[in-house]
């Protein structure tokens, strides 16, 4: 089955400066790419996603990319602010099943 | 978010009792899981189902038992609580290849 690893576990940025979270997948299937953000005692809820026809999906200071041959994908936050701490977990989708396969998830500190 | 709600929130019981997790979706979403979330170890499925009597084992489901007999319910029983499972349940739903949405959670502690 897909493999999907997430680094770093934990990620300390001060407010305004930029973080980056990197996930890599094992399935060439994969085609789905999910971010989620938890906070404290909350439901995972849904940031942003790609899809594996396009390489790079940005919504307002969040932005996704994809290495599609290189099997991995990043998360990219601009203008950090205190309450993007969270943690934040990725995801991979595959037709085969429609099993979601989640990263261990990177609990993220910005700084005041 | 709205649409896919889970009850009890909290939960406390004992070693050995059997317990049973509601789940109910909105959407119709054809996709249903269940996943627990414990510290260290992020978002294990536990079971999933594709729809109305189509159910398949996830990566922990050992001790735990599902059911779909309506589209909007995914009902989670746990037949015989142990202290091991004591975790936050999530439930979520989805269309194929489309975004997972996760209800609220429950937290169950097994005494």
């Known amino acids: 089955g897909e493999n999907v690893e997430q680094h770093p576990s934990t990620l300390s940025v001060q407010e305004g400066d930029s973080a980056v979270i990197k996930c890599t997948y094992s399935d060439s299937a994969s085609n789905y790419f999910p971010w989620y953000k938890q906070e404290l005692g909350k439901r995972p809820q849904l940031i942003i996603d790609i899809r594996s026809n396009v390489g790079e999906k940005k919504d307002q200071r969040i932005a996704v990319t994809l290495n599609k041959t290189a099997k991995h994908f990043s998360l990219h936050i601009t203008e950090t602010q205190p309450e993007d701490s969270a943690v934040y977990f990725c995801?991979?989708?595959?037709?085969?099943?429609?099993?979601?396969?989640f990263g261990t998830g990177t609990s993220l500190t910005v700084i005041p | 978010d709205a649409g896919i709600t889970q009850s009890p929130r909290y939960k406390i019981t004992e070693t050995g009792r059997q317990v049973t997790l509601m789940c109910h979706q909105t959407w119709s979403h054809s996709y249903m899981f269940w996943y627990r979330q414990d510290l260290g170890h992020g978002l294990r499925l536990i079971y999933y189902?594709?729809?109305?009597?189509?159910?398949d084992k996830g990566e922990v489901p050992d001790g735990y038992v599902v059911s779909r007999s309506k589209t909007e319910n995914f009902p989670l029983t746990l037949e015989s609580a142990t202290r091991s499972q004591t975790s936050v349940y999530f439930c979520?739903?989805?269309?194929?290849?489309?975004?997972?949405?996760f209800g609220p959670g429950t937290r169950l502690l097994v005494l």
């Open positions: 979520a739903s989805s269309e194929s290849q489309g975004p997972q949405y």
């Open positions: 995801a991979a989708n595959t037709n085969t099943g429609n099993q979601f396969y």
């Open positions: 189902s594709a729809a109305a009597d189509i159910t």
